[in-house]
């Protein structure tokens, strides 16, 4: 799916989103695609066919979807370019990785927001600690990523954010 977001930088990346998710005929896309498989508008080389004209053909779904840069971090950084187009067999790693990534990134994303709240020291303490965690080291890789997930912190964050909603409670704005 080719965000409209300028940080995506769709270019460098090999289509990740286009191939790894399912969607399902709806408001947001005009046919059912599995995952794993290549959207029927991916051209060969890796550019949709319809990207001038998603709304229009009835993929909303696709200019809504942003991955905030992390598919071009994963098929940089962790296959060093390559692409599932030219080599089937990356199909199932690139999921795989892509999907870790995905996860890490919304726990830090999770963390980042958590920042707006009025936490306590011990919260904000614990919230600096998982969010150290989950960054991306400057070089992202399948190892990290994996040992990353493999330590539970996307667990560990859930159980954090649950905690905070007597906190969130406390500034929610009054109707
Ligand atoms: S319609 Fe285009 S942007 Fe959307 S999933 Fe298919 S190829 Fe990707």
Same mark, same amino acid.
């Not at 996860?103 to 020291?121: C, G, N, T, V, Y």
């Given at each position: ?13 090999? &289509? ?11 408001? $947001? ?24 004209? *998603? ?34 067999? *990356? ?13 890490l990134?919304?726990? &830090?994303?999770? *963390?980042?927001?958590?920042? $707006? ?13 998982l969010?150290?965690r989950v960054?991306?080291? =400057? ?5 990290w990523l994996e040992r990353t997930t493999k330590s539970g912190v996307s667990r560990d964050v =859930?159980?954090?954010?649950?905690? $905070? ?11």
């Amino acid at each position: 799916m080719t965000s409209q977001r300028p940080n995506d930088d769709c270019a460098s990346c090999a &289509a990740l989103c286009c191939m790894a998710f399912a969607f399902d005929k709806s408001d $947001l896309f005009a046919h059912d695609k599995t995952a794993g498989t290549a959207c029927r508008n991916l051209r060969a080389g890796g550019d949709c066919e319809i990207h001038d004209q *998603l709304v229009q053909e009835g993929y909303r779904g696709c200019v809504q979807y942003s991955c905030h840069g992390v598919g071009p971090r994963v098929v940089q950084e962790c296959f060093a370019g390559a692409t599932w187009q030219a080599d089937k067999h *990356l199909v199932g790693p690139m999921i795989t990785t892509f999907a870790m990534a995905r996860e890490l990134h919304d726990r &830090a994303q999770l *963390l980042d927001a958590a920042r $707006l709240l009025p936490l306590s020291d011990i919260q904000e303490a614990e919230r600096d600690e998982l969010a150290r965690r989950v960054k991306f080291p =400057d070089t992202l890789s399948t190892t990290w990523l994996e040992r990353t997930t493999k330590s539970g912190v996307s667990r560990d964050v =859930d159980r954090f954010v649950k905690s $905070l909603r007597e906190t969130a409670s406390r500034v929610r704005p009054k109707h």
